[in-house]
């Protein structure tokens, strides 16, 4: 996850005019090969297309050499700032997807899944506006977020089992939740992890 360094006192940049990272050029020019290995682009395509993506500077400039490639749930690199919603189902956000400053959520009678272990947080402080009614939100985090239970909650209970550090980002989540449920949690930690965080408390 990474967010974007810049002066406390300056506007949020938006979604489209963050800068890319070479991480970021790489997974779209790893979609080129493979658009162009099964023919979908022309070799002259996959030319001029990559010639571009290593020449972004943003990452509105990198979503826009793949759109025509693959469905929105597939694209390398989503900027999507609309509102997150869902009726009767269930929707997710996963992968490398820009999180706006304020991200209006939306559940009711279903399940918001975001997943932000390769997101880019547009700011330290990201509010999830929310309006859950019998629905569920869940959050994936990565360690050092925060995740903050702010809004007002009726009979929706809330289970945060993350691994903030006291300087990081926080995750707030805002609104209103009747009848339904939040939980947040940290990526399970492997043996190896384990023993690495226990040794360098001690």
């Known amino acids: 996850m990474d967010i974007p360094s ?17 991480a970021d050029r790489e997974r779209v020019v790893a979609v080129l090969g493979e658009a162009l290995a099964d023919g979908r682009i022309t070799m002259a395509e996959h030319g001029e297309r990559t010639t571009a993506a290593y020449a972004a500077r943003t990452l509105g400039e990198l979503t826009g050499l793949t759109g025509d490639l693959s469905p929105e749930e597939a694209q390398p690199i989503l900027v999507d700032d609309r509102p997150v919603s869902v009726f009767f189902g269930r929707t997710r956000r ?31 402080h990201i509010v999830l506006d929310s309006l859950v009614l019998a629905g569920r939100v869940r959050l994936l985090v990565p360690d050092g977020v ?6 007002r909650t009726i009979l929706s209970p809330r289970e945060v089992r993350t691994r903030p550090a006291a300087d990081g980002p926080t995750i707030e ?4 939740l009747l009848f339904g449920s939040v939980r947040a949690r940290a990526p399970k930690r492997t043996f190896r992890q384990r023993v690495r965080a226990r040794l360098t408390r001690d």
């Open 6 to 22: 810049r002066p406390a006192a300056e506007q949020a940049t938006r979604v489209r005019d963050l800068r890319a990272s070479d």
């Open 94 to 124: 996963e992968g490398r997807w820009v999180v706006p400053v304020k991200l209006p959520l939306v559940a009711l009678f279903g399940t918001v899944e975001l997943d932000l272990r390769e997101a880019v947080l547009q700011r330290r």
């Open 173 to 176: 989540v805002a609104g209103t």
């Open 146 to 151: 925060r995740v903050d239970v702010t809004g």
